[in-house]
T-cell receptor, first 114, second 110 residues
Framework: ETGVTQTPRHLVMGMTNKKSLKCEQH?????MYWYKQSAKKPLELMFV???????ENNSVPSRFSPECPNSSHLFLHLHTLQPEDSALYLC?????????????FGPGTRLTVT | DQQVKQNSPSLSVQEGRISILNCDYT??????FLWYKKYPAEGPTFLIS?????DKNEDGRFTVFLNKSAKHLSLHIVPSQPGDSAVYFC?????????FGAGTRLTVKP
C-alpha cells in the first residue's frame, strides 16, 4: 500500500450508532488531518495532529472524537451523529505541520447518517 | 468566514481550447497557493502551486497566475483535454493555516 488509505469507503449509520473511520498513511509524514467536505462547500478542516499530538481543533462538535495512536494512523470516532453530518470525510497528511502546503489526501469516506 | 472563494461552481470548455479557473482570497497573510484536482471517488491530488514571490508558475499544460494586489489567482489549462474533467480546488496557505475554496467543476467536451 502506498499513499493515504481510508476505510471504510462508504458508511451508513443511524443517529444512535457508534462507528469509527480509519486513515493510514505510508509516506512517513509527521502531520495528519481530518477534513469534512459537504456539497458545494469548501473543505472544512476539523482536526490536525502533529507527531501524534492534536494541535488544532476547529470548533468541531464533541460527537466527533479523533485519535492518533501513532504517526501513521488516524481515527475519527463517531457517535450520536445528526443527518447534517452526512458528508465526505477526507484524511490527509503532510511532511510537517508547519509546512502544510502539499497535503496528500486519501480517497475519503462517504458518510450517510439516517 | 470564507477566506478562499471560487465563484464559478462549474465551467464547460471544448477540447483543445483554454480552461481558465479563478480563485480569490481575502487574507493577505497567505503566501503560498495551490491547486488540487479531484476525480469522483478519489481524494484531491496536488496539481500545481505558486509562492507569493512569483506571479507565474508553469508546468506543462498547466499555468498558475498570481495577482497579489487583487488577491486573485487563476489556473490556465491549455489545451484542455477530456481527461481534465474534474473538480478543481484552490487553496491558500501560510506557515500554520491552509484554506480551500469550494471547488469548480470543469467539464471538457470532446
Amino acid at each position: 500500500e502506498t499513499g493515504v488509505t481510508q476505510t471504510p469507503r462508504h458508511l451508513v449509520m443511524g443517529m444512535t450508532n457508534k462507528k469509527s473511520l480509519k486513515c493510514e498513511q505510508h509516506l512517513g509524514h509527521n502531520a495528519m488531518y481530518w477534513y469534512k467536505q459537504s456539497a458545494k462547500k469548501p473543505l472544512e478542516l476539523m482536526f490536525v495532529y502533529s507527531l501524534e499530538e492534536r494541535v488544532e481543533n476547529n470548533s468541531v462538535p464533541s460527537r466527533f472524537s479523533p485519535e492518533c495512536p501513532n504517526s501513521s494512523h488516524l481515527f475519527l470516532h463517531l457517535h450520536t451523529l445528526q443527518p447534517e453530518d452526512s458528508a465526505l470525510y477526507l484524511c490527509a497528511s503532510s511532511q510537517d505541520r508547519y509546512q502544510p502546503y502539499e497535503q496528500y489526501f486519501g480517497p475519503g469516506t462517504r458518510l450517510t447518517v439516517t | 468566514d470564507q477566506q478562499v472563494k471560487q465563484n464559478s461552481p462549474s465551467l464547460s470548455v471544448q477540447e483543445g481550447r483554454i480552461s481558465i479557473l479563478n480563485c480569490d482570497y481575502t487574507n493577505s497573510m497567505f503566501d503560498y497557493f495551490l491547486w488540487y484536482k479531484k476525480y469522483p471517488a478519489e481524494g484531491p491530488t496536488f496539481l500545481i502551486s505558486i509562492s507569493s514571490i512569483k506571479d507565474k508558475n508553469e508546468d506543462g499544460r498547466f499555468t498558475v497566475f498570481l495577482n497579489k494586489s487583487a488577491k486573485h489567482l487563476s489556473l490556465h489549462i491549455v489545451p484542455s483535454q477530456p481527461g481534465d474533467s474534474a473538480v478543481y480546488f484552490c487553496a491558500a496557505a501560510n506557515n500554520n493555516d491552509m484554506r480551500f475554496g469550494a471547488g469548480t467543476r470543469l467539464t471538457v467536451k470532446p
